[in-house]
């Protein structure tokens, strides 16, 4: 079955530690993004990519850099000038054309130490 | 303000129970999502939205474009059901950056 792969599912990091969060996917979409998700707010777009060894900025890209050197994965690297990373990431995709339908892995949730 | 917004933030009710979730947006759209997020965190999408009504069981969603509003139904709710349920919109259709409102938690109780 297609869907988007997410992990680790639980991550936990000492201050000043950078942490890569893996995301894979077998449908074969062009566009993904990261999202942090924090209680009481929307998710927050970090960064998003249209097509391979491409990738723009999102509301909330200070702190995270990111990677997409294949079509099917989209890593996150969380590094320790994100102040305050303890949070829910979301990975997700989107399908093109009049789907359009969205995407989601279960997400990875990071907790600084 | 947020660009998305939903009502209720919470909803509690009983099983059996027909169930509605708004969402209100101030831009202009080409797509509305409606999706579905379990204690674990994971998010479901269940409906994508550019105009009229879709139904998928006992969920049904509706836009009214001109009023920049959209409607999440649930008939015969179930506790089941018992999710955040999240709203987001869409500028550019296909590839797309969303913004998405703060979720509604339903509770259903047996």
């Known amino acids: 079955d297609g869907g988007i792969t997410q992990s680790p599912k639980y991550l936990f990091r000492k201050e000043g530690q950078n942490v890569t969060l893996s995301c894979e996917q077998n449908?074969?979409?062009?566009?993904m993004y990261w999202y942090r998700q924090d209680p009481g707010q929307g998710l927050r777009l970090i960064y998003y990519?249209?097509?391979?060894?491409?990738?723009q900025k999102g509301d909330i890209a200070e702190g995270y850099s990111v990677s997409r050197e294949k079509k099917e994965s989209f890593p996150l690297t969380v590094t320790s000038a994100q102040k305050n990373p303890t949070a829910f990431y979301l990975c997700?995709?989107?399908?093109?054309?009049?789907?359009?339908?969205?995407?989601f892995g279960e997400g990875s949730r990071l907790t600084v130490l | 303000k947020n660009e998305v917004e939903q009502s209720p933030q919470n909803l509690t009710a009983q099983e059996g129970e027909f169930i509605t979730i708004n969402c209100s947006y101030s831009?202009?759209?080409?797509?509305l999502h409606w999706l579905q997020q379990h204690p674990g965190g994971g998010i479901v999408s269940l409906f994508m939205?550019?105009?009229g009504k879709k139904k998928h069981g006992r969920l049904i969603a509706t836009i009214n474009i001109q009023e920049k509003h959209s409607s999440l139904h649930i008939t015969a709710s179930h506790p089941r059901d018992s999710a955040v349920y999240i709203c987001?919109?869409?500028?550019?259709?296909?590839?797309?950056?969303?913004?998405f409102g703060t979720g509604t938690r339903l509770t259903i109780i047996p």
């Open positions: 831009v202009g759209i080409s797509a």
């Open positions: 987001a919109v869409g500028i550019d259709f296909g590839n797309e950056k969303l913004t």
């Open positions: 990519s249209q097509i391979v060894n491409d990738f």
């Open positions: 939205l550019s105009s």
């Open positions: 997700a995709s989107i399908g093109q054309g009049s789907t359009g339908e969205l995407f």
């Open positions: 449908l074969n979409h062009d566009a």
